[in-house]
C-alpha cells in the first residue's frame, strides 16, 4: 500500500512563499503522475499541479492556470519527496492541498487518474 505524507502548510501573508512537501512510501510504479490538488473552503476539489514520471525522468509538468508562473512542482531524485513552491500567494490559494499518486493513465489534471491521497495540509493567506 503506498503511503503519503504531506507536511508544510501553514498560515502566511498574501505575497508571501511556502513550500510544501509529499513523501511516498511502498510499492511504486515505474510510469507515474505525482502531484499536488486543492480544496478550498465550500469547494469541490482542484487540479494544482503535477508531473508525469517515467522511471527517472519527468516527461511533463503541469499547472492550473491559476498558479502557472506562481507555483513550481519538484522532485528529489534521492528521495521519494515531490515539492510544491508556492510564491506570491493570494487569499485565493487558501486550501486543504492534498497530494496525489497514481499510475501514468488518464488525464493527469483529474483526480481518478490518482491512485493514492495523502491526509492533506491546510494553507491558509490572509489579505
Known amino acids: 500500500q503506498v503511503q503519503l505524507v504531506e507536511s508544510g502548510g501553514g498560515l502566511v501573508q498574501a505575497g508571501d512563499s511556502l513550500r510544501l512537501s509529499c513523501t511516498w512510501s511502498?510499492?511504486?510504479?515505474?510510469?507515474?503522475?505525482v502531484g499536488w490538488f486543492r480544496q478550498p473552503p465550500g469547494k469541490e476539489r482542484e487540479f494544482v499541479a503535477a508531473m508525469a514520471r517515467s522511471g527517472w525522468t519527468t516527461t511533463g509538468t503541469y499547472y492550473a492556470d491559476s498558479v502557472k508562473g506562481r507555483f513550481i512542482i519538484s522532485r528529489d531524485n534521492a528521495e521519494f519527496t515531490v515539492y510544491l513552491q508556492m510564491n506570491s500567494l493570494k487569499p485565493e490559494d487558501t486550501a486543504v492541498y492534498y497530494c496525489?499518486?497514481?499510475?501514468?493513465?488518464?488525464?493527469?489534471?483529474?483526480?481518478?487518474?490518482?491512485?493514492?491521497w495523502g491526509q492533506g495540509t491546510q494553507v491558509t493567506v490572509s489579505s
Open positions: 496525489a499518486y497514481g499510475r501514468a493513465i488518464g488525464v493527469v489534471s483529474q483526480s481518478r487518474a490518482y491512485d493514492y
Open positions: 511502498g510499492p511504486t510504479f515505474s510510469d507515474y503522475f
